[in-house]
């Protein structure tokens, strides 16, 4: 696992303790925010900037040159996710991600599955204790390679993989679909 301690897991639903067991590489991203769990999930999804899609080009290559089941992610969603949009019912989709479970206003699990490895994708959400009109969310990452192939996949994109959530788990906790100027 990346994260040292485990401060991090208190209060983690049964459902996103579970997913922590036999992985391969647990990453976790601690924000707080305004918006709802919906409207975290949804800016969080939209943001795209430019070097981000440019980095998804990029794990296209990869991943066909390691034969990859699916080399083609979906393309990126041109329409905004709206918050409204959001299911947290197992089974749904949002972009490349399967909702596995999901409470309303409390976390919800996405998970992207190929041959070489399994991601979900766990985003917890709570009244900071802080302040109480701000949410603290929890963004964890939880991958499992499946074979040779994972293991290297993973090794190539782990450094891009926290650009990538990071910068979204910022945009996403200020509402932000598109980004800001530095």
Known sequence: MSRAGAAWREGLPPAVEGLLVDAD??????????????????AAMSWQPA????LFRGREVLAR?????????????????????????????????????????HYIVLE???????GVLAIVCEPAASTPEENR???I????????????????????????VASMT???????TVPKRA
């Open 25 to 42: 590489h647990v990453d976790v991203k601690t924000v707080l925010g305004e918006p709802s769990l919906r409207q975290f999930l949804a």
């Open 51 to 54: 070097w981000m899609q440019l």
């Open 65 to 105: 040159l390691l034969r990859l089941d699916h080399p083609d992610m979906p393309s990126m969603p041109t329409m905004r996710l709206r918050p409204e949009e959001v299911s947290f019912a197992p089974g749904a989709s949002v972009w490349f991600f399967t909702v596995i479970a999901g409470v309303e206003g």
């Open 112 to 118: 992207a599955a190929d041959n070489h490895l399994t």
């Open 137 to 139: 969310f929890r963004v």
């Open 141 to 164: 990452t939880v991958v499992r390679h499946h074979r040779w192939t994972g293991r290297l996949y993973f090794a190539v994109v782990r450094p891009f993989h926290h650009l990538v």
């Open 170 to 176: 910022r945009a996403a906790a200020v509402g932000s």
